[in-house]
T-cell receptor
């Protein structure tokens, strides 16, 4: 079974631009979560989608948004980029049931650099 | 509020020796606890989890972890360390109230010396 895939793997943007990152979950998984990883703040939860509905949201500004499609693929968007948005963005998918006991499987991440 | 603490930024151990990476947690309900490992420029790989039942959980690559409710701890252990175990280790917690809002510890870097 193919794992979680994320595109693109690397991205360089300038301040003020916007960016869209994509995540394809493991086949059959309906839950997708997004995390931001930085050296200073560690791993922080952004949001989680299950069957196209956002179920949980972390403490990030409204510039960070996401969505999930009917095939469970997910995108996250960051508008008006700031230098502090430079990070590794990780996507994780979980199995069919969508319970909080489910294991999350992570993709390789998208490394975003904001200049 | 949920929280996870990994008190050691770095753990150094000689190859062949046992290793322990510490984790303590705080949640309002029953905890669901996870350990992940991250290699350079890679995503997180799942090692093991505790949901309920036996306090000793066995996972991938010879790792195990012991859930201790009274000490609110979930330490990761391995009887004999390998150089290839050198990586960044994350402890994480969820509870029913938090749903899928997984809270991660700051991470512990493990160095295994040959």
């Amino acid at each position: 079974k193919a794992g979680v895939t994320q595109t693109p793997r690397y991205l360089i943007k300038t301040r003020g631009q916007q960016v869209t990152l994509s995540c394809s979950p493991i086949s059959g998984h309906r839950s997708v979560s997004w995390y931001q990883q930085t050296p200073g703040q560690g791993l922080q939860f952004l949001f989680e989608y299950f069957s196209e509905t956002q179920r949980n949201k972390g403490n990030f500004p409204g510039r960070f948004s996401g969505r999930q499609f009917s095939n469970s693929r997910s995108e996250m968007n960051v508008s008006t980029l700031e230098l502090g948005d430079s990070a590794l963005y990780l996507c994780a998918s979980s199995s069919l049931a969508g319970f909080s006991t489910d294991t999350q499987y992570f993709g390789p991440g998208t490394r975003l650099t904001v200049l | 509020a949920q929280s996870v603490a990994q008190p050691e930024d770095q753990v150094n151990v000689a190859e062949g020796n046992p290793l322990t990476v510490k984790c303590t947690y705080s949640v309002s309900g029953n905890p669901y606890l996870f350990w992940y490992v991250q290699y350079p420029n890679r995503g997180l790989q799942f090692l093991l989890k505790y949901i309920t039942g036996d306090n000793l959980v066995k996972g991938s690559y010879g790792f195990e972890a012991e859930f201790n409710k009274s000490q609110t701890s979930f330490h990761l252990k391995k009887p004999s360390a390998l150089v290839s175990d050198s990586a960044l280790y994350f402890c994480a917690v969820r509870d029913e109230a938090g749903g899928f809002k997984t809270i991660f510890g700051a991470g512990t870097r493990l160095f295994v010396k040959a």
